[in-house]
C-alpha cells in the first residue's frame, strides 16, 4: 500500500520569485548543457556537430528535459526553486510523478514560446498560475523554510 505524503501547504508563487528561481535553474541547466556538449564532442574525437543536427538538438532537449523532470519528481525543487523557498506540488498538494513532469515540461514550452506569455500571465491570473500549470494540473507554491536544506 502506497503512502500518500501529507499535502504540501503554502501560498501561490508570485511572479517575480517564480522568475529569479527561472532564471537561476537556466544558469545552472547551460552549464550542464556545455558538459553535455563537451561529452558528444569528446565521443566525436573532437569533430564538430554541424549547425542545425536535428539529432544533437533533441539530444540538448532530453538533457533538459531529464534537468527539470527529475528534480520535480525528487523533491519538488530545482536548485533554483530551493533557492528560492518554492515547491511543485499537483492540485491537491501532492508531489508530481513523471508523466505529470514531463506534461508540465512540454507545457512551459509553450508558455515560453510566443515572449513568454506563458509565464506573465500569472500576474493576471486569478490564482496566480502560468499556463504550464494549468495545462499539466501543478502549482508552484512559496514554502518558507524550504530553503538550504532544512528539512520540514
Known amino acids: 500500500m502506497r503512502h500518500n505524503p501529507p499535502a504540501e501547504r503554502g501560498e ?4 517575480p520569485r517564480r522568475l529569479a528561481a527561472l532564471v537561476y535553474d537556466l544558469m545552472l541547466l547551460a552549464a550542464v548543457l556545455f558538459m553535455a556538449t563537451l561529452a558528444i564532442y569528446v565521443l566525436r574525437g573532437g569533430r564538430p556537430v554541424a549547425p542545425g543536427t536535428l539529432w544533437f538538438q533533441l539530444t540538448l532537449g532530453a538533457v533538459a528535459a531529464v534537468f527539470f523532470t527529475w528534480f520535480w519528481t525528487h523533491g519538488g525543487q530545482t536548485l533554483g526553486m530551493r533557492a528560492w523557498s518554492l515547491r511543485l506540488v499537483d492540485r491537491q498538494g501532492q ?10 515540461f512540454f507545457a512551459a514550452l509553450l508558455s515560453a514560446a510566443p515572449a513568454g506569455l506563458g509565464f506573465w500571465w500569472a500576474a493576471v491570473d486569478r490564482d496566480g498560475l502560468c499556463w504550464h500549470d494549468r495545462l499539466s494540473g501543478t502549482k508552484l507554491l512559496r514554502v518558507p523554510g524550504a530553503k538550504r536544506g532544512r528539512r520540514r
Open 95 to 104: 508531489p508530481i510523478g513523471w508523466p505529470k513532469a514531463l506534461g508540465r
Open 12 to 15: 501561490a508563487a508570485r511572479l
